[in-house]
């Protein structure tokens, strides 16, 4: 395992249920941490809670380029590169075709996918000058297999995953590294709007969530682990 003390992490939708895990595990390892989410309330609190300076915290909304571009500038007057950047932030609208509206396809899309373009377009320039750099997403099963009722965030996420592969061949002669993780339901605040019929105690905690991340973080630089498949043990049909 690869040390995270001292590393510069990122996590964008540090606010959520996984990121504010996730935040917790990487600083008990010594990383410096660099918090950023889209409710200012919320990031704030969770910067209290883990004494992570005020210079360090960042609103942002991922489907705003100049509030990507403002976190990125924020973030790089600080530090050089960040080492480890997860991309947290997310919605979802799961809703079947009757009831989907064209914004809300729409709102999936700029979330899901344009915001983490946003961020890669706005971070790597940096890890490229660095040579070095991780970035951990989190496209989920629905970015992998189909579910009846997720047209748009599974446009969403295989979106991010094909993007994310791409983008991963673009660099395969620098040293940064792309780890997508498909996770299975997990039980945090994101389902609490969904009207689907789920057993949210059979899910993945958002801290064991948080430790999969974790761990990835500290994989050996010398390789590369492309993806993993994390599913709920009721779930464990791919
Ligand atoms: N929970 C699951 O079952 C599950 C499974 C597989 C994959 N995932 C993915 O894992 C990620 C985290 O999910 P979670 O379970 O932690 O959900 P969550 O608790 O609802 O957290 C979502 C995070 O995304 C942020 N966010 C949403 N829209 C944003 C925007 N426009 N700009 C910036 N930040 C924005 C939220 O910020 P605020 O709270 O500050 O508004 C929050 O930090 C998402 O990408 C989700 O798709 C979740």
Known sequence: MESLKGKNVLIVGATGGIGAQTARLMQGSGAQLFLAGRNA???????????VPAQR??????????SVAALAAGVQAQIPAVDVLV??????????????????????????????????????PAMKEQKKGLIINIPGVL????MAGAAAY?????????????????????????????????DSAFWDNIDLRVQRDKMI???EAAKAIWFLAQQPASGVVSEMVLQPFNHQAI
């Open 41 to 51: 309330a919320k990031l704030h609190a969770v910067g209290q809670q883990l004494q």
């Open 57 to 66: 915290l960042f609103t942002v909304d991922v489907t705003s380029e100049e």
């Open 87 to 124: 991309i947290l932030s997310g919605i979802g609208i799961i809703k079947p075709m009757e009831s989907l509206s064209a914004q809300e396809f729409q709102l999936t899309l700029q979330t899901n996918l344009f915001g983490p373009f946003l961020l890669l377009k706005h971070f790597l």
């Open 143 to 146: 970015g992998k297999v189909p």
């Open 154 to 186: 599974s446009a969403s996420k295989y979106g991010l995953t094909g993007m994310l592969q791409s983008i991963r061949e673009e660099l395969k002669r620098t040293e940064i590294r792309i780890t997508n993780i498909f996770m299975g339901g997990v």
């Open 205 to 207: 905690r958002e801290e």
